[in-house]
């Protein structure tokens, strides 16, 4: 498909990186208006609101999603969120993990990204652990602890959902969409979070379709950032020995697009740690959420976001697990008041 464009200056994984870039734009700068994030959504004070932007989001995704599988254009057989033997414990320690992470440091690794560009060093600290951990975790010293727990699977007829599709579709959708119409948004809120939703659909038909190049191929990924905080991790510490790619680009987008959306909406603002304890949690929910993601096969965006739009049951453990870690570690937090973080930025 690539090729009938007629480029001829790019390759298909030079173009991929411009394609990242632009998804990672309108990313940035919508998730920076709306505060997307799911543990806004789980634990945050206006958890309510931001649940019904993230149910939005998801709603677009899976319809879109499932949209493109039914006119052939883009198939998850062989992707790993359809893999045979499902990594189970993997996928729940790494979620609950990950659960811990993102209520420790206020934040799932997506919306930190977007804090980052809008003058938040305390989420610059995190998204650099993040990426060093998550890449210790995948060729590092953490990955022998990655592979022993990946050993432990389930042999699995279908790793996607049971029966029709098309029905899981409805059911997913209308009752993500039930909900976000009760949640009190404004309707322009939610029409933002629908354009967030159709960046999903669009990765994966962008990558599995419109730049598909049988002699020069790349992987088909939508918007994801766990495998793209690794790549660019390396990238940046290794530019001049491997060309850039999809997380390069998307992860340049989003923080472009979040400083857009900051500066032109004058929420661009330097903050940093306030105390040595909010210092050292940071960095333990960074690590957790780092290690925690790559075991679990994404994050809430990665796994989330794009994963259960595919059907995959692997995916939705995932987040059934980070949803459960990000539950019992809020409520830990307030049984203890010296414990309870600033509040929501």
């Known amino acids: 498909m690539f090729e009938e464009f007629g480029f001829e200056t790019l390759t298909a994984p030079q173009a991929v990186v411009w394609f990242a870039l632009a998804l990672g734009l309108a990313f940035g700068a919508l998730a920076q208006i709306t505060r997307f994030c799911l543990r806004r959504a789980l634990v945050g004070e206006d958890r309510k609101q931001a649940a019904g932007v993230w149910l939005t989001a998801l709603a677009v995704a899976v319809l879109g999603t499932q949209a493109a599988v039914a006119q052939g254009w883009i198939d998850f057989g062989d992707h790993r969120f359809m893999a045979a033997d499902m990594p189970v414990l993997a996928i729940v320690v790494g979620g609950l993990m990950f659960g811990v992470g993102m209520v420790l440091t206020r934040g799932c690794i997506s919306r930190l990204t977007v804090l980052t560009a809008s003058g938040n060093l305390r989420a ?18 953490l990955s022998p602890l990655r592979t022993t727990l990946g050993s432990v699977t389930l042999p699995v007829d279908s790793a ?42 669009l990765g994966w038909v962008g990558t599995g379709f419109l730049l598909y190049d049988d002699f020069d ?11 793209t905080m690794t790549e660019s991790l390396f990238f940046t510490v290794a530019s001049t020995a491997i060309p850039a790619g999809f997380g390069v680009g998307l992860v340049g987008g989003v923080l472009l697009g979040g400083l857009a959306a900051a500066l032109l909406s004058g929420g661009f603002r330097w903050q940093s740690f306030s105390t040595p304890a909010e210092t050292g949690r940071y960095l333990a929910g960074g690590a957790l959420m780092g290690f925690g993601g790559v075991i679990a096969g994404g994050c809430t965006v990665g796994a989330g976001l794009s994963g259960i739009p595919t059907l995959s049951m692997a995916a939705i453990l995932a987040v059934a697990a980070m949803a459960v870690g990000a539950l019992a570690t809020n409520r830990a937090l307030n049984a203890v008041p010296a414990a309870r973080p600033h509040p929501a930025e």
């Open 160 to 201: 996607a959902l049971p029966g029709n599709p098309l029905i899981w579709t409805a059911v997913i959708a209308a009752a993500a969409l039930l909900f976000a119409l009760r949640s009190g948004n404004r309707p322009v809120m939610l029409a933002l979070a629908a354009l967030i939703g159709l960046l999903v659909p």
């Open 124 to 141: 610059l600290t995190v998204v650099v652990i993040f990426a060093i951990t998550a890449h210790a975790a995948l060729k590092g010293v």
């Open 217 to 227: 191929p790349i992987a088909m990924e939508s918007l994801a950032f766990t495998s």
